[in-house]
């Protein structure tokens, strides 16, 4: 599968923006879609990740309550859309996909395939 990331972009603190990842391939739902992202001088962290029909969603704590994972299956789509938006939210952020039941998968070795990223900055 190819996954394409996009809507980053440069939005003040406590603004919104939303992420999308378009998928090609095989069929869209038999993934789980993840989200990560990577900071500059950091390592790349788990943000969250929806199971394959999208009714489990599993989040990092510093984004519960201001993040949430959905998904398009018709559309091979999955979003995140991000509220509250803070500067240490700054990182390029990665949509990844892992073939195989829904669960929670924290770790990038979960995941068989990932998009090229999508920057966000958050400015104060």
């Known amino acids: 599968v190819q996954l394409q990331a996009s809507g980053g972009g440069l939005v003040q603190a406590g603004g919104s923006l939303r992420l999308s990842c378009a998928a090609s391939?095989?069929?869209?739902?038999?993934?789980?879609m993840g989200w990560f992202r990577q900071a500059p001088g950091k390592e790349r962290e788990f943000v969250g990740n929806?199971?394959?029909?999208?009714?489990?969603?599993y989040y990092t704590d510093s984004v519960k309550g201001r993040f949430t994972i959905s998904r398009d299956n018709a559309k091979s789509t999955v979003f995140l859309q991000m509220n509250s938006l803070k500067p240490e939210d700054t990182a390029v952020y990665y949509c990844?996909?892992?073939?195989?039941?829904?669960?929670?998968?924290?770790?990038?070795?979960?995941?068989?395939?990932w998009g090229q990223g999508t920057l966000v900055t958050v400015s104060s």
């Open positions: 990844a996909a892992r073939l195989g039941d829904s669960g929670a998968y924290y770790y990038t070795h979960h995941y068989d395939y």
């Open positions: 391939g095989r069929t869209f739902s038999t993934y789980v």
């Open positions: 929806i199971g394959r029909s999208g009714g489990s969603t």
